[in-house]
């Protein structure tokens, strides 16, 4: 069984590390195309090295450019590779321009495509990411929910229930897989007295957060603020980067801005944490497995689960008032209800057990 798997952003990497694993136990022949969205060695080649992810059959390198250009770009790229190889399965991940681009194509060429993380939603349809997600899901074969709130988002658009199944969430898998592998505090951190339990991880790159410069001040003013009380670390995605130029030490001096840092240097910063705040969804979630409270700047979340069971609040990040609030009372809630949101850790076997039994 030949399998393609589409990636191109950061977060496909975590979860790609996890299914080529249970691909490659399992017997299956996978080729990973890498669309080359992102290219920085610390948004890329440092996933590739610390998960040895298999290295790309396929690198494209389209790189960045406007969302109708990078996708167009990389739609034509991978038709060609798939008219080439004609796997028997394409598989894409989440929700970013790459994701679409391989759903597109392989839907248009008639090979089988299955969606990872498929079915969540925010409603909101000015996200690129929600665009991307709804049309990936309608275009797709087998669609695997992270989450039974996610299965019942695809019911209630007309998606068919026997090309649905809820496996839990790869980066649950992930995230116990490379936990044990991880260390503490980064030591460069540690050697600045950074202490577990007294700092804040903060990351910001939502398009929504950072495209316009007054509510990305909005935003970075009160993180700065709150680090009086708190120190807040933030390791600046290169978005963000761009849209601050070389104001950010300047103008915000007392957050710690770093550099991206590796999948296991973020699980450390994340398990030793204070609090989270964040309007990542990966990070929303990593959060919640390590237990510790998150603070997410955003009007709205496509992971409700944790709202609802005490883990996350939502703080509207155009309201200073509201955001400071949700960092206080996050400072001062008690640990979230004890679930189990995401499955067992074994998402990806049971993603290839379905790849395989068609
Ligand atoms: C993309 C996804 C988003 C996901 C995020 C993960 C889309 C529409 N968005 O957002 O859903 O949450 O990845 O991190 O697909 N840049 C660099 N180096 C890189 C990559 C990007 O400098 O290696 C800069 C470029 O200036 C680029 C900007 O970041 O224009 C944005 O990159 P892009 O891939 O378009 O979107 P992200 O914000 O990363
Ligand atoms: N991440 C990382 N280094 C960082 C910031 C994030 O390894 O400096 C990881 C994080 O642990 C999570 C994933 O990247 O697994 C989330 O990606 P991102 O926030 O870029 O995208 P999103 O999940 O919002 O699509």
Redesign the pocket.
Known sequence: MKVLTVVG???QF?KAATLSRALLRAGFDEQLLHTGQHYDS??SG??FEELEIPRPAHALGIGSASHGAQTGRMLEAIERVLQAERPDWVVVF???NSTLAGALAAAKLHIPLAHVEAGLRSYNRRMP?ELNRVLTDHASDLLFAPTSAARANLLKEGLAEDRISVVGDV?YD??LYYAAKGGGIPEHLDAQGLCAGAYALA?V??AENTDEPARLKLILDVLDDFAGQLPVVL???PRTAVALGDRARTDYPRIRF??????????A??KHARLVI???????K?AYFVGVQCVTLRDETEWVELVEAGWNRLAPPHEPLAMRAALEQALAAPAGREIQLYGDGTAAEKIVSALGGR
């Not at 550099?259 to 699980?267: E, Q």
């Not at 964040?278 to 929303?284: E, I, R």
Request: a negative charge; aromatic letters at 4%.
């Open positions: 952003a950061r977060p975590i610390s948004m440092v996933f989440g929700d970013t990411e980066m992930a995230s990351t790159h939502r390791p600046l995605h770093i550099d991206p840092v590796g999948y296991l240097d973020m699980l910063l994340e964040t309007d990542s969804g990966g990070v929303q990593e």
